[in-house]
């Protein structure tokens, strides 16, 4: 079974392929882009769960750091899901300018935020919580997202 | 583990590497009016006085503006450490730096010895203390990935490439040492060129292309082993070129075979990157990586020519390959880091990094730009085409300032409303 860190890292270049398969529809027409977008969010939203419900609280109750990089993640996180939703607006308004000007911005928060989980937050949480890696990644697999 | 350089208000404000970014293309305007009134037969020996003008208006003023104005961004971020008191080390030195520039520029043209010193002092305080801030935060990096690896062999080409120009520069104020300036100017060139700019663009896009347009990940022969051995190159060539000039070209060659597999993998991974857009940083990316492919192969050719064409491999690899990459990246980043901060304020409505720069006028700017830099190639043989040329750069040039401009009033526009949360709620972070 892969650690923390790798599964992680694995889920995150998911998201990506998702992310650029539904850049690849819209630029065609964003009429088709509605299933990848959906599928991208869906499955980006089950990213975020992972990480909040689970592998964060267990971080938060080992280390005892509540206010620290997990509480900046989240951040990050409510900052993303804004904009998945409106680019789901821009969708709905086949509104491709704004739908690619969104997805920029998303790819690039989406991208630092990416590399301070994995440079830094899975890092420590493999050290913090090694073992029990194990266990946290077999909720993680079979967590339902709400 | 540090994690303080993650939080908005920890992280460095946006006037940091802004600053530097809207003084950049001021300087590249500069040099693009000294080389409309020069002429080609000056401009084609490295050594003539217009040529270093031109060449020091762009190398300091533009690139090494961006490049460290990057650096006091990007560190936090890539590496996870705060750079102390970056607001005033940014100020400071900034202030220091286009004084020192611009004393430089007016010291050389009227070979003025007060001039000459004061930049001097200007160029001295500025680049040692920023480069010496952002140095003791590399040490204090606990995850050293390639490119924070890479980040640091560059300071330490940096570094160098400065204490040798300071030297050359002394050397126009006290002429005792004059006659050393051929072989340092050479060496300050070389470890400016691949030491500084072509290791930290190496280490940057080890990151940037993977992340940006979800390109595959170079290999990690590449990440872990090519900056050591360019580095290793260019103390080789350093040897050779002082004790064994017969040989040095050994060392180029090395050098150079590597900038060029460089060069080969972009444009590879490139077209198979997974984003399906193809924007004018895209462009720059292709166009940097062809320049630097023709350029590396000049620079072993220059050997045989007796340097006739080194002005030709700096036109190439300096503006072709290193000022492209700087451009495109500007293009990203500035209406990122507008939309960052804003955000980071509590801003929920804020034009898109797309609405920000205009996209016609980016691509103009390109287009005029690669232009130019054709242009200035082909002035070698046709001297006509110079002036035109020029004229196309400086043009391209002022757009570049304008795209900067743009999405900078956006945020001072915007920052004078009122959010649309209270980001107190976060101040505790």
């Known amino acids: ?146 | 583990m540090n994690f303080n350089g993650l939080s908005i208000e920890q992280a460095p404000p946006i006037s940091a590497p802004l600053r530097f970014y809207l003084t950049a293309p001021l300087f590249a305007i500069v040099a693009g009016f000294l080389i409309l009134f020069s002429d080609t037969t000056v401009l084609m020996s490295r050594y003539s006085i217009d040529s270093i003008i031109i060449t020091h208006a762009l190398t300091i003023g533009f690139l090494s503006f961006i490049m460290l104005g990057s650096l006091s961004q990007m560190l936090p971020v890539l590496a996870g450490v705060v750079i102390p008191k970056v607001d005033l080390v940014t100020k400071v030195s900034h202030g220091f730096l286009v004084l020192g520039t611009v004393f430089m520029l007016l010291g050389l043209s009227y070979d003025n010895s007060q001039f000459n010193t004061i930049a001097l002092i200007g160029l001295g305080i500025g680049f040692l203390m920023i480069i010496g801030v952002i140095f003791l935060s590399v040490t204090r990096v606990k995850n050293f990935t390639p490119t924070v690896k890479a980040m640091a062999a560059s300071l330490f080409f940096v570094f160098f490439v400065v204490l040798m120009g300071l030297f050359l520069l002394y050397s126009y104020v006290d002429d005792t040492y004059a006659y050393l300036r051929p072989l340092i100017a050479n060496i300050h060139s070389v470890w400016g060129i691949f030491g500084f700019g072509g290791i930290l663009i190496i280490g940057v896009s080890f990151q940037v292309l993977p992340m940006f347009y979800v390109a595959p990940k170079f290999k990690q022969f590449c990440k872990k082993k090519v900056v050591w051995i360019i580095s290793i190159g260019l103390f080789v060539w350093l040897g050779l070129n002082i004790f064994y000039d017969v040989y040095a070209l050994l060392a180029k060659l090395w050098i150079a075979t590597f900038f060029w597999a460089f060069a080969t993998s972009v444009w590879k991974k490139l077209s198979a990157r997974r984003r399906p857009i193809s924007d004018t940083t895209v462009w720059y990316w292709r166009a940097s990586s062809v320049f630097l492919t023709l350029g590396s192969f000049l620079w072993i050719f220059d050997e045989y020519f007796k340097n006739e064409y080194i002005v030709m491999v700096a036109i190439l690899i300096g503006g072709g390959f290193i000022m492209s990459i700087m451009i495109g990246m500007l293009y990203k980043v500035v209406p990122f880091l507008v939309w960052f901060h804003l955000n980071g304020m509590g801003y929920m409505n804020i034009p898109t990094i797309n609405e920000m720069i205009n996209k016609k006028l980016a691509r103009i700017q390109f287009v005029l730009f690669i232009a130019s830099l054709v242009g200035f190639i082909f002035a070698f043989y046709y001297p006509m085409v110079l002036k035109i040329s020029a004229i196309s750069f400086i043009i391209s040039m002022i757009i570049l300032e304008y795209n900067i401009i743009a999405p900078a009033l956006i945020y001072s526009k915007i920052k004078k409303t009122k959010p649309d949360f209270d980001m107190n709620t976060f101040a505790t972070i």
Do not use: W
Not at chain 1, 13 to 33: I, P
Not at chain 1, 121 to 135: K, N, V
């Open chain 1, 1 to 146: 079974m892969s650690t923390i860190k790798e599964y992680l890292t694995t889920d995150h270049q998911r998201c990506d392929n998702l992310f650029a398969a539904m850049e690849d529809e819209a630029s065609a027409s964003l009429e088709n882009a509605k299933e990848a977008y959906t599928q991208f969010a869906r499955e980006t939203e089950r990213h975020y769960q992972m990480e909040e419900r689970i592998m964060f609280v267990e971080f938060e109750a080992k280390t005892g750091m509540t206010e620290g990089p997990t509480a900046m993640m989240r951040h990050e996180h409510a900052q993303m899901r804004q904009l998945i939703k409106q680019m789901g607006e821009a969708l709905e308004a086949n509104n491709k300018d704004k739908f690619f000007g969104l997805s920029e911005t998303l790819m690039m928060l989406l991208q630092q935020h990416n590399m301070k989980e994995e440079q830094m937050l899975y890092t420590m949480a493999q050290q913090h919580l090694s073992g029990d890696s194990e266990r946290i990644v077999s909720m993680m697999e079979s967590m339902i997202v709400e």
